[in-house]
């Protein structure tokens, strides 16, 4: 990830077509446990500078 941002965290169920914010980072790297499923993805959204909260 490219430094110097906010990026949210997502998990994306791609059979169930569901999406779940796990967590917002700061860090140039991170680690997202993924349940135990298969079709799973991970999707980094950078947010704004000024985002106050974690969803975006």
């Known amino acids: 990830m490219p430094a110097g941002g906010r ?3 997502d998990v994306i169920d791609t059979w169930a077509m569901t999406t779940d914010r796990v967590g917002v ?3 140039t790297s991170v680690r997202v446990d993924l349940p135990g499923r298969p079709y799973m993805a ?3 959204t950078r947010l ?3 985002a106050a909260s974690g969803d975006g």
Do not use: Y
């Open 7 to 9: 990026f949210a965290i």
């Open 25 to 27: 980072t700061a860090d």
């Open 42 to 44: 991970v999707r980094l």
């Open 48 to 50: 704004p500078d000024d």
